[in-house]
């Protein structure tokens, strides 16, 4: 699931996305290798999740947004960071050019479908 604001909320959605509870308990067990929660420089902020439980990231350096790398925690704690964006990086998975270490065989399905916020399944 990728994170998206609704419009008018875009404060509230950053704010949230901002302040990951799990991120900061692993990273005081020290479960998150080098890698440390925002505001931290260079710290991490969530974009999306997976129904398993990974969870993909924002390393926020450089100061450059749109060069803010993709870091992926997997379920199973493997970490991997990958130098391009979110959108880059989902075009590379689900075109099977990014290969995710730690994720499930099967994913992406060989047929995956993008829904949108109206053809979620609650």
């Known amino acids: 699931m990728v994170s998206v604001p609704t419009p008018g909320n875009e404060a509230l959605w950053g704010s949230a996305c901002r302040e990951d509870e799990i991120l900061q308990d692993l990273y005081e067990m020290g479960d998150t290798e080098d890698y440390v929660p925002f505001p931290q420089p260079g710290g991490l902020i969530s974009w999306a999740a997976s129904n398993s439980g990974d969870s993909f990231y924002w390393r926020t350096s450089p100061a450059d947004p749109d060069a803010w790398p993709v870091v ?42 993008v829904l949108g916020l109206d053809d979620r399944i609650d």
């Open 72 to 113: 992926v925690r997997g379920d199973n704690g493997d970490w991997s960071e990958f130098p391009v964006g979110a959108v880059a990086f989902l075009a590379g998975v689900y075109g099977r050019t990014i290969d995710v270490p730690g994720m499930p065989k099967n994913w992406p399905s060989d047929h995956p479908e």
